[in-house]
């Protein structure tokens, strides 16, 4: 079955229009703000599934992205997934390929919703790893913190797993 079809009937499942533009992507943007972009890689016969974590100062990119390379090692704290540096946007960026081969529209609902989750969790743990490098960088003061504390929330809040769907929004 072709990704234009599976897109196609997990929509018309959820009462939505899905299909991917003339650069084979879109983006699902979920009802908390959050999205994720699919992107069709016909070379490498995949769809890719990406969000975005945000950007990271240049004073902490050195600890931070130990960090992030540590996680990706085997994928073993992204479990499949890949945390990569877009340098055009200067952000940070979670990728998961799914094979077309394996797709099929209830692969292709699971992994999202999966995806979702593994985002969620990642949002949380990329605020809190750039805040604790900004608390110890070279530029930390002697602790008196001004930081509410907003930057280590952002990303906690939303859904994932099998609720994913029900927050899904498709954006132009």
């Known amino acids: 079955m ?54 990271v100062p240049e004073e902490v990119r050195a600890a931070v992205f130990t960090e992030l390379l540590a996680a990706n090692f085997y994928w073993q704290e992204t479990f499949g997934a890949t945390l990569s540096w877009n340098a055009a946007l200067e952000e940070v960026v979670l ?32 605020a809190a790893l750039v805040a604790a490098a900004r ?10 913190d001004d930081d509410s504390g907003e930057d280590a929330e952002a990303g906690e809040a939303g859904t994932g797993g099998d609720a994913a769907k029900d927050n899904l929004i498709i954006s132009p």
Request: hydrophobic fraction near 45%.
């Open 2 to 55: 072709e990704i234009d079809s599976i897109l196609k009937e997990i929509g018309a499942r959820n009462g939505l229009e899905i299909s991917l533009d003339e650069n084979r992507a879109c983006t699902l943007e979920l009802s908390d703000g959050r999205a994720v972009l699919l992107q069709e890689r016909a070379a490498l016969n995949e769809l890719d599934f990406v969000a975005t974590l945000g950007p």
């Open 95 to 126: 990728i998961f390929p799914l094979p077309l081969a394996d797709a099929t529209p209830e692969s292709v609902e699971t992994v999202f919703a999966r995806f979702v989750d593994l985002q969620s969790a990642w949002a949380a743990r990329f």
């Open 135 to 144: 608390d110890i960088g070279p530029d930390a003061d002697d602790g008196d």
